[in-house]
């Protein structure tokens, strides 16, 4: 596994329910058909993945897609009627790899740095660790175990963080995928 840590992508990783940013995903509530008419920006080859809650926790649901030279070839997403944003943005990270085969050689994107460095940076020690944190436990262990193994088992997925509701076309549409509970067009 491969990552990139750009500026700006820092801990944390909880993003503010209800409509952070500039998204017009957010703020719209747009469907994928609406964002492909939209939006040209970002890289159009790789994994995204996204995460979003309607509170924290509250109603929540996630997206990912697959794409090639701006191919979609896989897409799926999912919600949860009581849930966390960051539980929403690791099923995304889950759903993605799951895409891929171990020698595929793909960038999955995702705007959460929670996720990014969790899965680039601290669950080798927590592992170590006995899946335990210096101060305490893991939150949302059950997922980051998945998460971790899977990104484990493709060696040659690069891990990267995009910039959250910039317009970059398909880290909208992932978003778009992952507020579809909310509407009953996808």
């Known amino acids: 596994m491969q990552y990139e840590t750009p500026r700006g992508a820092r801990g944390g990783g909880a993003r503010r329910s209800g409509g952070g940013g ?29 995460g979003s809650c309607s509170g924290n926790p509250g109603p929540g649901g996630w997206g990912a ?20 944003n960051n539980r ?6 889950i759903a993605g790899l799951r895409f891929l085969g171990p ?3 793909v960038d999955v994107y995702t705007d959460s740095a929670l996720v990014l460095n969790t899965l680039t940076r601290w669950a080798t020690g927590w592992e170590r660790n ?13 997922l980051v175990q998945e998460a971790y ?10 891990i990267r963080w995009i910039r959250a509701h910039d ?15 909310q509407r009953s067009e996808v």
């Open 130 to 142: 006995g899946w335990r944190r210096r101060d305490g436990e893991v939150k949302n262990l059950d």
């Open 103 to 105: 020698a595929e050689a």
């Open 22 to 50: 500039n998204s017009v995903t957010r703020s719209m509530n747009l469907t994928t058909a609406q964002i492909l008419a939209r939006f040209e920006a970002g890289p159009d080859t790789g994994v995204f993945t996204d």
């Open 167 to 181: 317009g970059s076309r398909w880290n909208e549409y992932a978003d778009a995928l992952s507020t579809a509970y």
């Open 65 to 84: 897609v697959y794409v090639r030279q701006g191919i979609v070839l896989a897409q799926a997403h999912g919600s949860a009627p009581d849930t966390t």
């Open 88 to 93: 929403m943005e690791f099923s995304a990270m």
């Open 149 to 158: 193994a899977l990104a484990q088992e493709r060696p040659l997925a690069r």
